[in-house]
């Protein structure tokens, strides 16, 4: 059965501390893997979406990572308003159904 | 703003009583999607939509859903006979089928109560 976990459930950085979110997954065969930002009471916000392993994508202070069993995102130097719960998400082959795990809510403190 | 939008933002009801929810997708995207997320999980598969066809619907979406696209357009999602667990946000998705890419983009999601 495809699956998704994340780790760590909840995460408290002080702003300027750098840390990973870890994504591990097991799928049948994987069509891609997306990061997403959830704020409180709104939509998940599309980040990144990664294909294969050993790919890399960038935005601003968040760098994703994959790898055949596991993805990271990467903060650099977080700021408070980076503060969300981030989700990740797995789509096999041959369906559109992303499965999602639980998220890491992250707080970041002045 | 062209991003998704869904109607109503919050609804609150009495446990046996049907309602509808909306969804407007970003215009030009053909696969429409709905999930369920309750307090501390992740947003759970229902269905999706390629255009006016129905491609897959979850186990989780038992008789008493049913979803409809019917020109194409925006969606609808009707629950009959509410029940208490069905309290939950329930978030809508859209996407546009182009070589790899199949970024799902959501909306800011309905917020069902049951009492």
């Known amino acids: 059965e495809d699956q998704v976990t994340q780790s760590p459930e909840a995460l408290r950085l002080q702003e300027g501390e750098s840390s990973s979110l870890n994504c591990s997954y097991t799928v049948s065969g994987l069509r891609g893997l997306f990061w997403y930002r959830q704020d409180p009471g709104k939509g998940p916000e599309f980040l990144f979406t990664l294909y294969s392993a050993g790919e890399e994508k960038e935005k601003e202070r968040l760098k994703a990572t994959l790898t055949k069993k596991e993805s990271f995102l990467h903060i650099t130097a977080p700021k408070p308003e980076d503060s969300a719960t981030y989700l990740c998400a797995v789509q096999a082959l041959g369906t559109d159904k992303l499965i999602f795990g639980t998220g890491t809510r992250l707080q970041v403190f002045p | 703003d062209t991003g998704v939008s869904q109607d109503p933002r919050h609804k609150i009801t009495k446990r046996g009583q049907n309602v509808t929810f909306r969804c407007d997708p970003i215009s030009e995207h053909n696969r429409l999607y709905w999930y369920r997320q309750t307090l501390g999980q992740g947003p759970e598969f229902l269905t999706y939509f390629q255009n006016e066809a129905q491609l897959e619907k979850s186990r989780l979406l038992s008789d008493r859903f049913s979803a409809e696209r019917p020109k194409g357009s925006f969606s609808t999602l009707e629950i009959q006979r509410t029940e208490q667990g069905d309290s939950a946000m329930y978030l809508c998705?859209?996407?546009?089928?182009?070589?790899?890419?199949?970024?799902?983009?959501f909306g800011p999601g309905t917020r069902l109560t049951v009492t």
């Open positions: 998705a859209s996407s546009l089928v182009s070589g790899r890419a199949y970024e799902q983009y």
